[in-house]
Protein backbone atom coordinates (compact mmCIF):
# COMPACT_ATOMS: atom_id res chain seq x y z
CA UNK A 1 0.00 0.00 0.00
CA UNK A 2 1.03 3.32 -0.27
CA UNK A 3 -0.57 5.13 2.01
CA UNK A 4 1.10 7.10 5.34
CA UNK A 5 0.83 5.75 8.54
CA UNK A 6 0.57 8.65 11.38
CA UNK A 7 1.88 7.79 14.82
CA UNK A 8 0.84 8.15 16.94
CA UNK A 9 -2.57 6.91 16.96
CA UNK A 10 -3.53 8.42 19.53
CA UNK A 11 -2.24 11.95 21.78
CA UNK A 12 -3.78 13.70 24.45
CA UNK A 13 -1.98 16.65 25.81
CA UNK A 14 -2.43 19.85 27.76
CA UNK A 15 -3.65 23.25 26.62
CA UNK A 16 -0.48 25.00 26.20
CA UNK A 17 1.57 22.19 25.53
CA UNK A 18 3.09 21.58 22.34
CA UNK A 19 1.64 18.27 19.77
CA UNK A 20 4.11 16.20 17.23
CA UNK A 21 2.70 13.70 15.17
CA UNK A 22 4.67 11.69 12.35
CA UNK A 23 3.73 10.23 9.10
CA UNK A 24 5.92 7.69 7.48
CA UNK A 25 5.17 6.63 3.85
CA UNK A 26 6.57 3.79 1.57
CA UNK A 27 7.32 5.03 -2.05
CA UNK A 28 8.95 8.30 -3.62
CA UNK A 29 7.23 11.32 -3.80
CA UNK A 30 6.45 14.97 -5.08
CA UNK A 31 4.58 16.33 -2.36
CA UNK A 32 2.75 15.63 1.22
CA UNK A 33 0.17 17.22 2.82
CA UNK A 34 -1.39 17.37 5.97
CA UNK A 35 -4.94 17.87 6.67
CA UNK A 36 -7.29 18.24 9.95
CA UNK A 37 -10.59 16.57 10.27
CA UNK A 38 -13.45 17.97 12.90
CA UNK A 39 -15.12 15.54 14.67
CA UNK A 40 -17.96 14.71 12.05
CA UNK A 41 -16.77 17.05 9.51
CA UNK A 42 -14.67 16.76 6.01
CA UNK A 43 -10.78 17.60 6.00
CA UNK A 44 -9.49 20.37 5.75
CA UNK A 45 -5.97 21.75 4.15
CA UNK A 46 -3.33 22.74 6.33
CA UNK A 47 0.33 23.09 4.30
CA UNK A 48 1.75 21.41 1.65
CA UNK A 49 5.70 20.78 1.61
CA UNK A 50 7.44 19.91 -1.96
CA UNK A 51 9.92 17.03 -1.82
CA UNK A 52 12.95 19.45 -1.96
CA UNK A 53 11.65 21.47 0.77
CA UNK A 54 12.69 20.38 4.68
CA UNK A 55 11.16 22.73 6.64
CA UNK A 56 7.95 24.59 6.32
CA UNK A 57 6.22 26.70 8.93
CA UNK A 58 2.10 28.25 8.93
CA UNK A 59 1.16 29.87 12.23
CA UNK A 60 1.53 27.87 14.74
CA UNK A 61 2.14 24.44 12.68
CA UNK A 62 5.64 23.23 11.67
CA UNK A 63 6.63 20.70 8.65
CA UNK A 64 9.43 18.98 8.31
CA UNK A 65 10.15 16.45 5.96
CA UNK A 66 13.13 13.76 5.49
CA UNK A 67 12.87 12.64 2.23
CA UNK A 68 15.72 9.90 3.24
CA UNK A 69 13.79 8.58 5.86
CA UNK A 70 10.36 8.57 3.82
CA UNK A 71 8.86 10.21 6.93
CA UNK A 72 7.87 13.82 7.90
CA UNK A 73 6.36 16.06 11.14
CA UNK A 74 3.54 17.70 11.68
CA UNK A 75 4.66 20.48 15.45
CA UNK A 76 1.69 22.46 16.70
CA UNK A 77 3.36 24.81 19.19
CA UNK A 78 1.08 25.99 22.10
CA UNK A 79 -1.67 23.72 21.86
CA UNK A 80 -5.23 25.19 22.31
CA UNK A 81 -8.74 23.12 22.94
CA UNK A 82 -9.86 24.43 19.53
CA UNK A 83 -6.78 22.21 17.95
CA UNK A 84 -8.64 18.45 18.90
CA UNK A 85 -9.18 16.79 16.14
CA UNK A 86 -7.88 14.13 13.96
CA UNK A 87 -4.50 14.88 11.93
CA UNK A 88 -3.84 13.36 8.61
CA UNK A 89 -0.89 13.51 6.03
CA UNK A 90 -1.53 12.81 2.39
CA UNK A 91 1.73 11.50 0.17
CA UNK A 92 1.92 12.19 -3.60
CA UNK A 93 3.68 9.11 -5.67
CA UNK A 94 5.85 10.45 -8.22
CA UNK A 95 2.91 7.98 -10.55
CA UNK A 96 -0.50 8.79 -11.18
CA UNK A 97 -2.58 12.37 -9.62
CA UNK A 98 -4.04 10.97 -6.25
CA UNK A 99 -3.09 11.82 -3.06
CA UNK A 100 -2.95 8.80 -0.58
CA UNK A 101 -3.97 9.59 3.09
CA UNK A 102 -2.49 8.27 6.12
CA UNK A 103 -4.63 6.36 9.25
CA UNK A 104 -4.68 9.38 11.21
CA UNK A 105 -3.59 10.78 14.94
CA UNK A 106 -6.36 11.76 17.32
CA UNK A 107 -5.07 14.85 19.30
CA UNK A 108 -6.93 16.03 22.14
CA UNK A 109 -6.40 19.32 23.82
CA UNK A 110 -7.43 19.02 26.98
CA UNK A 111 -8.03 22.75 28.24
CA UNK B 1 -17.89 30.20 -2.82
CA UNK B 2 -20.06 27.85 -1.02
CA UNK B 3 -17.42 25.08 -0.94
CA UNK B 4 -18.18 21.55 -2.33
CA UNK B 5 -22.05 20.69 -1.77
CA UNK B 6 -22.57 16.93 -1.16
CA UNK B 7 -26.57 15.92 -0.58
CA UNK B 8 -28.10 14.47 1.22
CA UNK B 9 -25.41 14.56 4.54
CA UNK B 10 -26.89 11.34 6.14
CA UNK B 11 -28.32 8.56 4.62
CA UNK B 12 -30.33 5.44 6.28
CA UNK B 13 -31.61 2.90 3.96
CA UNK B 14 -32.35 -0.88 3.31
CA UNK B 15 -30.17 -3.39 2.51
CA UNK B 16 -30.48 -4.20 -1.38
CA UNK B 17 -31.46 -1.03 -2.04
CA UNK B 18 -29.87 1.86 -4.74
CA UNK B 19 -28.41 4.46 -2.83
CA UNK B 20 -27.21 7.76 -4.41
CA UNK B 21 -25.14 10.18 -3.38
CA UNK B 22 -24.52 13.91 -4.85
CA UNK B 23 -21.85 16.21 -5.05
CA UNK B 24 -21.35 20.11 -6.36
CA UNK B 25 -17.54 20.84 -6.90
CA UNK B 26 -16.74 24.05 -5.67
CA UNK B 27 -16.46 25.92 -9.56
CA UNK B 28 -13.64 26.17 -11.82
CA UNK B 29 -12.29 23.45 -10.21
CA UNK B 30 -11.29 20.60 -12.90
CA UNK B 31 -11.07 17.51 -10.47
CA UNK B 32 -13.47 15.61 -8.65
CA UNK B 33 -12.20 13.13 -5.99
CA UNK B 34 -14.91 10.57 -4.33
CA UNK B 35 -13.45 8.95 -0.93
CA UNK B 36 -14.84 6.45 1.81
CA UNK B 37 -13.90 6.51 5.15
CA UNK B 38 -14.54 4.26 7.62
CA UNK B 39 -12.71 3.31 10.98
CA UNK B 40 -11.22 -0.06 9.48
CA UNK B 41 -9.82 1.13 6.67
CA UNK B 42 -9.24 4.98 7.03
CA UNK B 43 -9.95 7.62 3.92
CA UNK B 44 -9.68 5.43 0.69
CA UNK B 45 -9.46 6.87 -2.89
CA UNK B 46 -12.44 5.82 -4.91
CA UNK B 47 -12.38 7.39 -7.95
CA UNK B 48 -11.34 10.68 -9.87
CA UNK B 49 -12.29 12.77 -12.15
CA UNK B 50 -10.34 14.84 -14.48
CA UNK B 51 -12.46 17.16 -16.49
CA UNK B 52 -15.78 15.17 -15.93
CA UNK B 53 -13.58 11.96 -17.09
CA UNK B 54 -12.87 8.71 -14.89
CA UNK B 55 -9.24 8.67 -14.65
CA UNK B 56 -8.71 6.08 -11.69
CA UNK B 57 -11.72 3.80 -10.53
CA UNK B 58 -9.28 1.36 -9.03
CA UNK B 59 -10.73 2.31 -5.82
CA UNK B 60 -13.97 1.32 -6.43
CA UNK B 61 -14.88 -1.91 -3.98
CA UNK B 62 -17.03 -3.89 -6.73
CA UNK B 63 -19.68 -3.19 -9.50
CA UNK B 64 -22.23 -2.28 -7.48
CA UNK B 65 -20.93 0.76 -7.05
CA UNK B 66 -20.60 3.22 -10.20
CA UNK B 67 -19.69 7.16 -10.27
CA UNK B 68 -20.59 9.81 -13.13
CA UNK B 69 -19.85 13.12 -13.53
CA UNK B 70 -22.09 14.26 -16.54
CA UNK B 71 -21.28 18.14 -16.16
CA UNK B 72 -18.47 19.85 -14.38
CA UNK B 73 -21.13 21.15 -11.90
CA UNK B 74 -22.54 17.52 -10.55
CA UNK B 75 -21.35 14.00 -9.67
CA UNK B 76 -23.13 11.11 -8.30
CA UNK B 77 -22.21 8.07 -6.90
CA UNK B 78 -24.14 5.13 -6.48
CA UNK B 79 -24.33 1.83 -4.92
CA UNK B 80 -27.05 -0.48 -6.08
CA UNK B 81 -27.58 -2.94 -4.13
CA UNK B 82 -26.35 -1.58 -1.47
CA UNK B 83 -25.13 -3.56 1.79
CA UNK B 84 -23.85 -3.26 5.47
CA UNK B 85 -20.81 -3.54 4.87
CA UNK B 86 -21.21 -0.22 2.62
CA UNK B 87 -21.78 1.26 6.19
CA UNK B 88 -19.44 4.62 6.36
CA UNK B 89 -18.65 8.34 5.47
CA UNK B 90 -18.15 9.28 1.76
CA UNK B 91 -16.77 12.42 0.98
CA UNK B 92 -16.77 14.54 -2.21
CA UNK B 93 -13.00 16.36 -2.76
CA UNK B 94 -12.02 19.11 -5.57
CA UNK B 95 -9.13 20.58 -6.88
CA UNK B 96 -8.30 23.23 -9.21
CA UNK B 97 -4.95 20.99 -10.82
CA UNK B 98 -3.31 18.35 -9.25
CA UNK B 99 -0.14 17.39 -7.01
CA UNK B 100 0.50 21.04 -6.13
CA UNK B 101 -2.71 21.96 -5.24
CA UNK B 102 -5.14 21.19 -2.24
CA UNK B 103 -8.06 19.23 -2.24
CA UNK B 104 -11.24 20.88 -0.50
CA UNK B 105 -13.64 18.55 1.05
CA UNK B 106 -17.34 18.29 0.99
CA UNK B 107 -19.06 17.80 4.88
CA UNK B 108 -19.44 14.57 4.08
CA UNK B 109 -22.79 11.55 3.68
CA UNK B 110 -23.12 9.47 6.29
CA UNK B 111 -24.35 6.09 4.86
CA UNK B 112 -26.32 3.52 7.07
CA UNK B 113 -27.37 0.53 5.89
CA UNK B 114 -29.53 -2.07 7.52
Known amino acids: SQQGEEDPQALSIQEGENATMNCSYKTSINNLQWYRQNSGRGLVHLILIRSNEREKHSGRLRVTLDTSKKSSSLLITASRAADTASYFCATDPNTGNQFYFGTGTSLTVIP | DAGVIQSPRHEVTEMGQEVTLRCKPISGHDYLFWYRQTMMRGLELLIY????????DSGMPEDRFSAKMPNASFSTLKIQPSEPRDSAVYFC????????????FGPGTRLTVT
Open chain 2, 49 to 56: FNNNVPID
Open chain 2, 93 to 104: ASSPGTKLYEQY
